[in-house]
């Protein structure tokens, strides 16, 4: 149960973190492609015939998201960090009694 529930909370936090990817993705490309990329809107980027605009302009302003999913992902890994710390803490502590 305690490893389901470990694996879980690391699922979550990696989905928390999936904004941020995004947007770290979205400006590497657009940076590496010499593609005009802000919020103001999408922009052409055509790399190889296909126009990568509207990805990047979408996963750029994902980041936005990361106002919400940021915070969870931060209370998930308190939550993991308790799941891992306190039961052989409290062990320890009822072996001294």
Do not use: K, Y
């Not at 490893?3 to 909370?9: A, D, E, F, G, K």
């Not at 928390?16 to 657009?30: D, E, N, Y």
């Not at 990047?56 to 980041?63: I, K, M, T, V, W």
């Not at 960090?81 to 001294?96: D, E, K």
Request: aromatic share 6%; hydrophobic share 55%; glycine share 10%.
């Amino acid at each position: 149960m305690r490893r389901t529930l470990v694996i879980l909370q690391v699922i979550l936090l990696l989905l928390c973190s999936l904004p941020v990817v995004g947007v770290v993705w979205s400006s590497w490309f657009a940076e590496r492609h010499g593609c005009t990329l802000n919020e103001a809107g999408v922009h052409p980027c055509v790399v190889n015939g296909h126009d990568w605009g509207p990805e990047l302009g979408a996963a750029f302003l994902s980041g936005w998201l990361g106002l919400i999913t940021l915070p969870l992902g931060a209370l998930l890994l308190v939550t993991l960090a308790l799941t891992l710390a306190l039961p052989p803490l409290i062990r320890r502590l009822r072996r001294l009694r």
